[in-house]
Protein backbone atom coordinates (compact mmCIF):
# COMPACT_ATOMS: atom_id res chain seq x y z
CA UNK A 1 0.00 0.00 0.00
CA UNK A 2 1.50 3.50 -0.76
CA UNK A 3 1.38 6.27 1.81
CA UNK A 4 0.88 9.43 1.18
CA UNK A 5 2.31 12.02 4.06
CA UNK A 6 1.50 15.64 3.55
CA UNK A 7 3.30 18.32 5.15
CA UNK A 8 3.47 20.64 7.21
CA UNK A 9 0.09 19.71 8.71
CA UNK A 10 -0.99 23.64 9.27
CA UNK A 11 0.42 25.99 7.27
CA UNK A 12 -0.36 29.70 8.66
CA UNK A 13 0.37 32.67 6.26
CA UNK A 14 -1.00 35.81 5.04
CA UNK A 15 -3.10 36.77 2.09
CA UNK A 16 -0.71 37.41 -0.66
CA UNK A 17 1.79 35.27 0.29
CA UNK A 18 2.97 32.00 -1.50
CA UNK A 19 2.33 29.21 0.11
CA UNK A 20 3.96 25.48 -0.96
CA UNK A 21 2.79 22.31 -0.06
CA UNK A 22 4.10 18.79 0.10
CA UNK A 23 2.96 15.42 -0.98
CA UNK A 24 5.37 12.61 -0.46
CA UNK A 25 4.79 9.18 -1.29
CA UNK A 26 6.00 5.97 0.46
CA UNK A 27 6.84 4.73 -3.14
CA UNK A 28 6.97 5.78 -6.52
CA UNK A 29 3.78 7.20 -7.99
CA UNK A 30 3.20 8.05 -12.10
CA UNK A 31 2.26 11.64 -12.24
CA UNK A 32 -0.48 10.95 -14.44
CA UNK A 33 -2.12 9.48 -11.15
CA UNK A 34 -1.47 12.37 -8.80
CA UNK A 35 -4.33 14.76 -8.12
CA UNK A 36 -4.79 17.23 -5.35
CA UNK A 37 -8.47 18.79 -4.06
CA UNK A 38 -9.40 21.82 -2.28
CA UNK A 39 -11.93 21.38 1.10
CA UNK A 40 -14.17 24.18 3.14
CA UNK A 41 -15.63 23.33 6.04
CA UNK A 42 -19.53 21.83 5.22
CA UNK A 43 -18.49 21.36 1.49
CA UNK A 44 -17.54 18.56 -0.39
CA UNK A 45 -14.08 18.56 -1.71
CA UNK A 46 -13.00 20.35 -5.04
CA UNK A 47 -10.60 19.09 -7.75
CA UNK A 48 -7.89 21.71 -8.08
CA UNK A 49 -4.94 19.24 -10.20
CA UNK A 50 -4.78 16.54 -11.79
CA UNK A 51 -1.89 14.47 -13.19
CA UNK A 52 0.31 15.88 -10.62
CA UNK A 53 0.07 19.49 -12.86
CA UNK A 54 -2.41 19.95 -14.96
CA UNK A 55 -5.11 22.91 -13.41
CA UNK A 56 -8.99 21.23 -13.55
CA UNK A 57 -11.36 23.21 -15.15
CA UNK A 58 -12.09 26.77 -13.81
CA UNK A 59 -9.29 26.65 -11.33
CA UNK A 60 -7.45 30.45 -11.11
CA UNK A 61 -3.68 29.68 -12.57
CA UNK A 62 -2.27 31.12 -9.00
CA UNK A 63 -2.90 27.57 -7.95
CA UNK A 64 -0.12 24.67 -9.67
CA UNK A 65 1.26 21.99 -9.51
CA UNK A 66 4.50 19.69 -9.60
CA UNK A 67 6.70 17.16 -8.85
CA UNK A 68 7.54 13.18 -9.49
CA UNK A 69 8.30 9.88 -8.52
CA UNK A 70 7.86 10.19 -4.67
CA UNK A 71 7.76 13.95 -4.36
CA UNK A 72 5.23 16.64 -5.25
CA UNK A 73 3.83 19.71 -4.44
CA UNK A 74 1.01 21.89 -4.17
CA UNK A 75 2.07 25.89 -4.87
CA UNK A 76 -0.26 29.06 -4.49
CA UNK A 77 0.90 31.80 -5.97
CA UNK A 78 -0.70 34.55 -4.20
CA UNK A 79 -2.84 33.74 -1.63
CA UNK A 80 -6.55 34.62 -1.72
CA UNK A 81 -8.60 35.09 1.53
CA UNK A 82 -11.14 32.40 0.15
CA UNK A 83 -7.98 29.71 -0.66
CA UNK A 84 -7.66 29.57 3.24
CA UNK A 85 -8.91 25.77 3.48
CA UNK A 86 -7.86 22.08 3.62
CA UNK A 87 -5.63 20.13 0.81
CA UNK A 88 -5.30 16.77 -0.01
CA UNK A 89 -3.43 14.70 -2.14
CA UNK A 90 -4.70 11.72 -3.88
CA UNK A 91 -2.83 8.65 -6.07
CA UNK A 92 -4.23 6.06 -8.18
CA UNK A 93 -3.28 2.61 -7.39
CA UNK A 94 -3.68 -0.99 -6.21
CA UNK A 95 -4.86 -2.56 -3.11
CA UNK A 96 -6.10 0.10 -2.58
CA UNK A 97 -7.21 1.53 -5.62
CA UNK A 98 -6.90 5.33 -4.22
CA UNK A 99 -5.32 6.76 -1.07
CA UNK A 100 -4.94 10.39 0.28
CA UNK A 101 -2.91 12.03 2.15
CA UNK A 102 -4.14 13.44 5.73
CA UNK A 103 -4.35 16.31 4.57
CA UNK A 104 -2.69 20.00 4.81
CA UNK A 105 -5.19 22.86 6.66
CA UNK A 106 -3.55 26.46 5.48
CA UNK A 107 -5.10 29.31 8.25
CA UNK A 108 -5.12 33.02 7.83
CA UNK A 109 -2.13 34.15 10.02
CA UNK B 1 -24.84 21.52 -14.74
CA UNK B 2 -23.20 18.42 -12.83
CA UNK B 3 -25.26 17.38 -9.43
CA UNK B 4 -24.32 14.52 -7.01
CA UNK B 5 -27.13 14.30 -4.26
CA UNK B 6 -26.70 11.69 -1.39
CA UNK B 7 -29.38 10.48 0.72
CA UNK B 8 -30.52 7.85 3.16
CA UNK B 9 -27.55 8.79 6.08
CA UNK B 10 -28.85 8.69 9.44
CA UNK B 11 -28.75 7.08 13.33
CA UNK B 12 -28.37 3.56 13.33
CA UNK B 13 -27.37 1.05 16.67
CA UNK B 14 -23.94 -1.21 16.59
CA UNK B 15 -24.82 -3.96 14.06
CA UNK B 16 -26.85 -2.49 12.26
CA UNK B 17 -27.64 -1.73 7.98
CA UNK B 18 -28.01 1.49 6.00
CA UNK B 19 -28.82 2.10 2.73
CA UNK B 20 -27.05 5.49 1.03
CA UNK B 21 -28.20 6.83 -2.43
CA UNK B 22 -26.49 9.24 -4.66
CA UNK B 23 -28.74 10.91 -7.77
CA UNK B 24 -26.78 12.07 -10.18
CA UNK B 25 -27.72 14.59 -12.90
CA UNK B 26 -26.12 17.34 -15.63
CA UNK B 27 -23.98 14.39 -17.23
CA UNK B 28 -24.72 10.88 -18.67
CA UNK B 29 -24.03 8.54 -15.75
CA UNK B 30 -23.72 5.72 -17.25
CA UNK B 31 -20.60 6.52 -19.12
CA UNK B 32 -18.76 7.15 -15.97
CA UNK B 33 -17.18 5.47 -13.02
CA UNK B 34 -18.56 6.45 -9.29
CA UNK B 35 -16.81 5.94 -6.04
CA UNK B 36 -17.57 6.31 -2.42
CA UNK B 37 -15.27 8.54 -0.43
CA UNK B 38 -15.62 9.30 3.44
CA UNK B 39 -14.66 11.34 6.28
CA UNK B 40 -14.64 10.91 9.73
CA UNK B 41 -15.12 13.49 12.04
CA UNK B 42 -12.48 16.26 12.06
CA UNK B 43 -10.47 13.78 9.79
CA UNK B 44 -9.20 13.21 6.80
CA UNK B 45 -10.90 11.34 3.16
CA UNK B 46 -10.73 7.95 3.00
CA UNK B 47 -11.65 6.16 -0.25
CA UNK B 48 -14.59 3.44 0.33
CA UNK B 49 -15.47 1.93 -3.08
CA UNK B 50 -15.17 2.01 -6.42
CA UNK B 51 -17.94 0.65 -9.68
CA UNK B 52 -17.00 1.12 -13.10
CA UNK B 53 -19.51 2.41 -15.39
CA UNK B 54 -20.80 -1.05 -16.41
CA UNK B 55 -21.03 -1.65 -13.26
CA UNK B 56 -19.07 -4.69 -14.00
CA UNK B 57 -15.79 -4.37 -11.90
CA UNK B 58 -15.51 -3.48 -8.24
CA UNK B 59 -13.23 -2.70 -5.60
CA UNK B 60 -13.50 -1.80 -1.67
CA UNK B 61 -11.34 -1.04 1.00
CA UNK B 62 -10.01 -2.87 3.53
CA UNK B 63 -11.92 -1.48 6.02
CA UNK B 64 -15.10 -2.18 4.69
CA UNK B 65 -15.03 -5.26 2.65
CA UNK B 66 -17.07 -8.06 2.94
CA UNK B 67 -19.81 -5.53 4.96
CA UNK B 68 -20.29 -3.12 2.32
CA UNK B 69 -21.79 -3.63 -1.20
CA UNK B 70 -21.91 -0.68 -4.10
CA UNK B 71 -23.89 -0.81 -6.62
CA UNK B 72 -25.54 1.96 -9.74
CA UNK B 73 -28.63 1.90 -11.31
CA UNK B 74 -27.68 3.17 -14.72
CA UNK B 75 -31.35 3.90 -16.00
CA UNK B 76 -32.15 5.42 -12.66
CA UNK B 77 -28.90 7.01 -12.34
CA UNK B 78 -28.31 6.72 -9.06
CA UNK B 79 -25.22 5.19 -6.90
CA UNK B 80 -25.88 3.14 -4.19
CA UNK B 81 -23.71 2.00 -1.19
CA UNK B 82 -25.28 -1.09 0.99
CA UNK B 83 -23.65 -0.74 4.55
CA UNK B 84 -24.19 -3.80 6.81
CA UNK B 85 -22.55 -4.77 10.20
CA UNK B 86 -21.78 -1.05 10.82
CA UNK B 87 -19.62 -0.07 13.90
CA UNK B 88 -18.94 3.14 15.44
CA UNK B 89 -16.17 3.81 13.40
CA UNK B 90 -17.99 3.86 10.01
CA UNK B 91 -19.50 6.90 11.54
CA UNK B 92 -18.69 9.44 9.44
CA UNK B 93 -19.84 11.90 6.42
CA UNK B 94 -20.51 10.11 3.03
CA UNK B 95 -19.48 11.36 -0.48
CA UNK B 96 -20.01 10.36 -3.90
CA UNK B 97 -17.69 11.44 -6.43
CA UNK B 98 -17.22 11.10 -9.85
CA UNK B 99 -14.44 9.35 -11.44
CA UNK B 100 -13.09 10.88 -14.64
CA UNK B 101 -11.22 7.26 -15.26
CA UNK B 102 -8.69 6.83 -18.07
CA UNK B 103 -5.45 8.12 -18.16
CA UNK B 104 -5.32 10.30 -15.14
CA UNK B 105 -7.94 9.29 -12.63
CA UNK B 106 -9.49 11.67 -10.44
CA UNK B 107 -12.65 12.81 -9.23
CA UNK B 108 -14.17 16.00 -10.67
CA UNK B 109 -17.54 16.26 -9.13
CA UNK B 110 -18.11 15.02 -5.31
CA UNK B 111 -21.89 15.55 -3.60
CA UNK B 112 -22.45 17.30 -0.22
CA UNK B 113 -22.08 14.61 1.75
CA UNK B 114 -24.67 12.74 3.79
CA UNK B 115 -24.11 11.58 7.45
CA UNK B 116 -24.08 8.23 9.03
CA UNK B 117 -23.33 8.05 12.54
CA UNK B 118 -23.52 4.37 14.41
CA UNK B 119 -24.16 4.92 18.19
CA UNK B 120 -26.47 2.99 20.32
Known amino acids: EIVLTQSPGTLSLSPGERATLSCRASQSVSSSYLAWYQQKPGQGPRLLIY???SRATGIPDRFSGSGSGTDFTLTISRLEPEDFAVYYCQQYGSSPLYTFGQGTKLEIK | EVQLVESGGGLVQPGGSLRLSCAASGFTFSSYEMNWVRQAPGKGLEWVSYISSSGNTIYYADSVKGRFTISRDNTKNSLYLQMNSLRAEDTAVYYC?????????????WGQGNLVTVSS
Open chain 2, 97 to 109: ARDVGGSWPRFDY
Open chain 1, 51 to 53: GAS
